[in-house]
């Protein structure tokens, strides 16, 4: 999910290809199934009223497929998110492997595949549209000139926004904000980079290893904890 072309419409036109095809399965096993029963010389048409008044009975004992089918046409109206999109529903988060009106269906980074009915879908987080954003905090030692650290931070991060390489998954110039917070052992850096779609892991990733070398470059420490041993001391041994 981090690397190609993410937009609306692409994301839009899979979802949609997503929804019709299983609605086009569904419609071509009922017409099947209508063609076969009528080949075997059954009378469809009145299979059909009794399906109707069958169908009535049942669907109040199928309340919650239809308020799936409901929900699941208003994500896709109103283009909530769908296929290739990463989402959390709830505690769960992960790339829409697949949608249809029923049901959304979340891969997460370690492959586990979550199905959610789309009646239980009522909150949703979209990390992946229109835009993205990394946040990066990174921590320096007291010690340092907090002054030259800040003008460290602006030239690194103006070389990895004019690097060929990056350039493209960039929407706007990042930001060094300055001090974010006074830890207990080190003051800690806030850089923002919005990104396109799904671009945000990997350029917080690649700014990280820059920053990271940077840093020993010019001498500044990133602190880590210490930790001092102490064994008491020595035995001395007096003579009687």
Known sequence: PETGEHTREAVRRKTLRAVAESALRVGIL???GLFFLSNLGL?????LAGAGVAGLAVSFAAQNLIRDFINGFFILLEDQYGVGDIVQIGNVGGQVERFTLRITVLRDLEGRVHFFPNSEVRQVTVLTQE????VVDVGVAYKEDIDRVLEVFRDEVARFHQDPEWRERFTEPPEVLG?????DSSVVIRVLFNTKPAQQWAVAREFRRRIKKRLDQEGIEIPFPHQK???GEPLRLERV
Not at 179 to 183: E, F, P, S, T
Request: glycine share 10%; net charge positive; proline share 0%.
């Open 131 to 134: 835009w993205s954003r990394a």
């Open 43 to 47: 009378n469809v048409t009145a299979l």
């Open 179 to 183: 001090v974010q917070a006074l830890g």
């Open 229 to 231: 041993l102490y064994f």
């Open 30 to 32: 009922v017409l099947g």
